[in-house]
């Protein structure tokens, strides 16, 4: 509180050392009279800090909620003066304009307060969210859970206000209903007539809650748990089957913790020794994600940071909690983070309202096995043209290449590897080459030796693309039919097709390790799907691959370089260009995100995806 008093005080004098010099004010008021509303309006914040914060009853709840009120109004009076001010550069610049640019920056701060107070008083809307859930039983499909976060209930948020959220609950007729902390102020005991409604509160799988940094002030300064009070079964730290197949585990408030020296540890113990079947994590603080995802929940809930409730606090707070409001996904776990229900301090929010988090939890069949995604630079052709890879390009224009392959590493070791670029004498003199390791060699980099590639997909079979096919004896090759069979004719005339590439796959095909995939959005491996497009040859493709970040598409040849993409041009060397630039538009509907189409050919991937770094890009 003494801060809070504090930092009152330095705003108190700011905001009426400028008012005091605004026309209108000066003309009206003295500067004893402006000296005297700033006191009685400074006791008045000072006494709701000490008195109201602490008590219950009516007259605490004016107290409070006029000095909240007045904190709020002048802390966005205080910006407002303070943006007038650097306009004006303290009004030295515009010495006769900067007094009438202040009034109008109080006028600015009491709209935005009258707005603030709006949505303050507005009740909480639902926001809906449907959460397919891995392992979720599929006779419990459609289950409907209902989550409040922060209501804060006291002095200022009282009786009324919390018997209005219940029977909103209530309409929303939830089989489950879970509490994510802040529950009470946490200073002084809670009003009877609070607990008593709150144990109202029912629903068939139970009202569930973990604490939050209010609770622990609570424990703290030695007050009975406030949850425990009101009879919600709470999640220290542990899980709990609500019914079979559908674990919910809770942490303690992470935020207290980290305070206290505490990293990630209470996730993975209140996550570890479950039962088989979906998971939910509620934490009250939006922290511990990847953990809880790498420790297989299905779905994290938190709520905390209130979406920074008074403008411009969210962006502040931002930087503290990257996860601030809404839903996110974190290695294909799905997250959300409440605005809260109530507020804290002021009865005021700028700009969004509060909110009931409702999530109906769907059936979903098993995840797709999660693939790491490599980008592997083995030579440089330099000096290309770039009017060969850009349709309509600067002929005159060169750039160096990057001739790459793409490892995939799966679960259970297996490894895929997109194209497998080449390595015979001859290509070395039609081509000028530099930096050249082989691409047998270059898998060493992320440690992987060519025994273990399991598969090979070969995009197209041009040159570079199939002509290290032989230095993966053991590998299990896929390409499409379309591109086979016109290979198979193309390999007896000079061309991009080599006759040698091609006796290598009729002998995998010999032997039964050729797989020729006849059609377009094949899964031809859990979490790898081969699509036809971008006609740089009659049967190219690209290859899309689940990863941790989302979707990661191999454009390979059908798209060149970023320029391709970004510039919506076609590649140079395609036999339709509308059925490139139809390709690279549904690429971008396949991929999670623009940033994860992979060009095949352009050295820019290994600076945007600077890591491990030294000719190695992961793509994530």
Request: glycine share 12%; with cysteine; hydrophobic share 45%.
């Amino acid at each position: 509180m003494l801060r809070l008093i504090i930092a009152g005080t330095l705003l108190h004098v700011y905001v009426f050392w400028r008012a005091s010099s605004v026309p209108f004010v000066a003309r009206r008021l003295s500067r004893g009279a402006v000296l005297g509303v700033a006191v009685a309006l400074w006791a008045c914040l000072a006494l709701s800090l000490q008195l109201g914060h602490g008590a219950t009853g009516w007259p605490a709840r004016v107290l409070e909620m006029v000095g909240m009120t007045w904190l709020a109004v002048l802390f966005l009076a205080s910006l407002a003066l303070l943006l007038a001010d650097l306009v004006t550069g303290f009004g030295l610049l515009f010495p006769r304009s900067a007094p009438r640019v202040r009034g109008w920056a109080l006028v600015v701060a009491g709209v935005l307060s009258l707005v603030a107070l709006i949505q303050g008083v507005r009740a909480p809307v639902v926001r809906d969210y449907e959460v397919p859930l891995p392992g979720l039983p599929q006779e419990a499909d459609g289950t409907v859970l209902v989550a409040l976060s922060d209501l804060h209930l006291g002095s200022v948020l009282g009786e009324r206000w919390l018997a209005a959220r219940l029977a909103q609950v209530r309409a929303l007729r939830p089989h489950l209903v879970v509490l994510l902390g802040d529950l009470l102020e946490g200073h002084g005991g809670p009003e009877d007539g609070l607990i008593a409604d709150l144990r109202s509160l029912s629903a068939p799988l139970g009202v569930w809650a973990v604490t939050g940094n209010h609770e622990s002030h609570a424990r703290r300064e030695g007050a009975p748990g406030s949850l425990e009070v009101a009879g919600f079964r709470v999640l220290h730290d542990r899980w709990a089957e609500v019914r079979p197949g559908l674990v919910l585990a809770g942490v303690d408030d992470l935020t207290s913790r980290h305070d206290d020296g505490e990293g990630s540890e209470p996730v993975r113990t209140a996550l570890a020794g479950r039962p088989p079947g979906a998971a939910i994590l509620l934490s009250h603080t939006p922290w511990g994600a990847e953990t809880a995802a790498a420790a297989g929940a299905g779905l994290m809930l938190s709520g905390h940071t209130h979406g920074g409730q008074l403008w411009p606090f969210g962006l502040l707070e931002s930087g503290i909690y990257p996860l601030l409001a809404g839903r996110y996904e974190v290695r294909g776990m799905p997250v959300i983070v409440s605005r809260g229900t109530g507020t804290w301090g002021p009865r005021m929010r700028l700009w969004r309202p509060g909110e009931i988090v409702r999530v109906t939890l769907r059936f979903a069949p098993p995840r797709r096995p999660v693939w790491e995604v490599y980008a592997l630079r083995y030579a440089t052709l330099p000096g290309f043209t770039a009017s060969d890879l850009v349709a309509g390009a600067d002929p005159g224009r060169r750039l160096n290449i990057a001739m790459a392959v793409w490892l995939l590493k799966g679960p259970g070791g297996r490894t895929v590897l997109v194209d497998t670029g080449f390595h015979r004498e001859e290509l070395f003199r039609q081509w000028r080459v530099e930096g050249f390791t082989s691409p047998a060699e270059v898998l060493a980099k992320v440690g992987v030796r060519a025994a273990d590639v399991s598969d090979v997909i070969l995009t197209h079979l041009h040159w570079d693309h199939a002509g290290g096919l032989d230095l993966f004896p053991d590998a299990h090759v896929w390409v499409q039919a379309a591109e086979w069979a016109a290979a198979s004719e193309a390999a007896t005339r000079p061309g991009g097709v080599a006759a040698a590439d091609v006796a290598v796959l009729r002998s995998r095909e010999r032997t039964g390790r050729l797989t020729i995939v006849d059609g377009d959005g094949r899964e031809v491996i859990p979490g790898i799907t081969l699509y036809v497009g971008g006609r740089h040859t009659p049967g190219s493709e690209y290859v899309g691959v689940t990863t941790r970040a989302g979707t990661v598409v191999v454009a390979s040849d059908a798209v060149y370089l970023y320029e391709n993409l970004e510039k919506g041009l076609p590649i140079a060397q395609t036999l339709d260009a509308a059925a490139n630039l139809e390709a690279q538009r549904r690429m971008r509907g396949i991929a999670s995100s623009p940033r994860l189409i992979v060009p095949g050919h352009d050295p820019e991937v290994f600076l945007r995806f600077p890591a491990p770094g030294h000719g190695v890009a992961r793509i994530d």
